[in-house]
């Protein structure tokens, strides 16, 4: 049995309501593109990917109930309901990368005289669907390939990664990006251990993938996101390996907040820094970290854990979802379903294999 996250069959959409996680596990229905919305600002669905599939799936199943007159219509209604799932969270680049793809694919079946209202909301709903089967072989590809260069610089020695956030199946459709990486080394009977931070102030270290590492049975030690120069110094730590949220032309990496320090750390160490995420995560509009935006969340994340206050009254907070790795930190390498690139390189070589 494997954790879902998403479920979906034509016409139906249940999420896994991960603010409840780990201590209970309820589904939610997502019934239309203002549910997904919401659902992806509350952070009830998280992880680059899984927003934007559960952005794309929610438009499926409300094309499916909705009667067009026109194709204009039907074309104008993707387009604006698209552009408004973008809207929902400004730093994970996958929904726009989405929205860019299938609204110039609703645009063209537009422009097709052949092609009836109906025929176009099978178009786009294959589209979506097609989108949410695709993205478990990316994983498992990133997997396989971010195993392979992590083994081939230890011959024979034991594996102990470091991980940060959660990149699992609770952030994809399935088997995971960074996660992903974790997962193969373990099938490869490789996995000696694997840290993971508690990802604070939301928790998705502790909360989600500690459920996880201990579902899969994977040896797994979760720790506060402060140890991580402890944890460095004393416990061996071969690679670490993160996701991302938006990779920039330079290399520079968007990924959520604590990620920089620890690559910080990584440097000083000598650990080598990997990024492992699918190629909708990169943005080729960007050249540089610096004009990517950073989403500020609500300082009620940080003052309180679940009901409880946990901080001072009065005091202000600061509170950043995510910072941006610069490339030069990101010592492994950048782990893409085509391989494991250099960041310097990714642009080059990603510019050959998906349109950019
Ligand atoms: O705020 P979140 O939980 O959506 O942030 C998630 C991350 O930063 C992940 O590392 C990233 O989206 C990659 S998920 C495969």
């Avoid at 999420?15 to 409840?20: A, F, G, M, W």
Wanted: charged share 25%; hydrophobic share 40%; with cysteine.
């Amino acid at each position: 049995m494997t954790l879902e996250a998403i479920r979906y069959r034509r016409g139906h959409l249940d999420i896994l309501d991960q603010l409840l996680l780990p201590t209970q596990s309820v589904y939610i229905s997502i019934n239309d593109t203002e549910d997904a919305w919401h659902a992806i600002k509350k952070m009830q669905v998280r992880g680059a990917p899984a927003i934007a599939i559960v952005g794309c799936l929610s438009l499926g199943v409300e094309i499916l109930k909705n009667d067009f007159t026109n194709i204009e219509e039907t074309v104008h209604f993707i387009q604006e309901k698209l552009e408004y799932l973008v809207t929902s969270r400004p730093t994970a680049v996958n929904m726009n990368d989405a929205a860019v793809k299938f609204i110039n694919i609703a645009k063209k079946c537009g422009l097709d005289k052949s092609l009836t209202v109906e025929d176009i909301k099978q178009r786009m709903l294959e589209a979506f669907e097609k989108m949410f089967k695709d993205d478990v072989a990316t994983n498992k590809a990133i997997g396989l390939y971010g195993a392979e260069d992590i083994l081939e610089q230890r011959e024979g020695k034991c594996i102990r990664m470091l991980t940060h956030c959660n990149t699992g199946s609770l952030a994809t459709a399935g088997y995971g990006t960074a996660l992903g990486v974790i997962r193969k080394l373990q099938e490869l009977d490789r996995l000696d251990h694997v840290y993971c931070t508690e990802t604070r102030p939301y928790n998705q270290g502790a909360r989600l993938t500690a459920y996880e590492l201990v579902f899969e049975k994977m040896p797994a030690t979760l720790v506060c996101d402060s140890m991580v120069s402890m944890l460095m110094k004393e416990k061996n730590i071969t690679a670490v390996v993160v996701g991302a949220d938006r990779v920039v032309k330079n290399g520079d990496t968007a990924n959520k907040i604590g990620t920089y320090q620890i690559a910080i750390c990584a440097k000083y160490h000598n650990v080598p820094f990997y990024v492992a995420c699918p190629t909708t995560t990169f943005d080729s509009q960007k050249e540089t970290g610096k004009e990517i935006v950073i989403e500020e969340r609500p300082p009620k994340e940080m003052l309180y854990v679940k009901d409880i206050r946990i901080a001072a009254e009065g005091i202000e907070c600061y509170n950043p979802a995510f910072d941006v790795t610069p490339a030069e930190l990101i010592t492994g390498g950048i782990i893409t379903e085509f391989g494991v690139f250099s960041p310097d390189k990714l642009y080059e070589e990603l510019k050959s294999r998906i349109p950019v």
